[in-house]
């Protein structure tokens, strides 16, 4: 029957062509969408990345982080992205490397450590390669990333950029 392939929240729409019913639609765990929420903590600025709306992770109630790491962050977006596209065997064999940002006076340094993920019913922990980027001195920044927060600054660059431009409007 034709009424068995239409989508039923958008009946006009064949379900193998609607985002809906494939779900790939934005907003979906499998396609999420990434916003920024800017405040200020301390009297300093911040901003935090939200996927859907909500926490990136479900352990971390809070990606959040200041003009310096935003920067940092930016200047590494190339590197982040090839982290976030890649398979775990590529992420394990990532190799170490180092980002200049001349025009903020920023070296970030970044490598793979592995960070523990979960614990399996035997006890054992089961550990997954992420990013982390050091900033060189004078800065002392550094974070840590795993394929989502990749994957979530990489959909939120343009916004980060902005945020940061409004920024020096007020300086």
């Not at 959040?64 to 982290?83: E, N, P, S, Y």
């Not at 940002?101 to 922990?125: C, N, W």
Request: aromatic share 8%; glycine share 8%; net charge neutral.
């Amino acid at each position: 029957m034709a009424s068995e392939e239409r989508c039923p929240k958008n009946p006009s729409m064949l379900k193998a062509y609607c985002s809906h019913c494939q779900g790939t639609a934005l907003g979906t765990e499998a396609n999420p969408r990434f916003s920024i929420k800017e405040s200020y903590f301390d009297g300093f600025p911040v901003v935090e990345v939200l996927k859907n709306g909500g926490p990136v992770h479900v352990y971390d109630s809070s990606f959040r982080f200041g003009v310096r790491k935003a920067l940092m962050l930016l200047a590494c977006t190339d590197v982040l992205r090839d982290f976030w596209h890649s398979t775990e065997d590529e992420r394990l064999a990532f190799r170490p490397q180092l980002i200049e940002d001349k025009r903020h006076g920023l070296r970030v340094q970044i490598y793979v450590e592995m960070h523990p993920d979960f614990e399996l019913s035997t006890g054992a922990t089961v550990e997954r390669p992420w990013l982390r980027l050091n900033a060189l001195p004078p800065d002392k920044e550094h974070i840590g990333l795993g394929m989502m927060k990749c994957r979530a600054i990489c959909g939120v660059k343009e916004d980060l950029k902005g945020w940061l431009r409004t920024l020096r409007a007020l300086d």
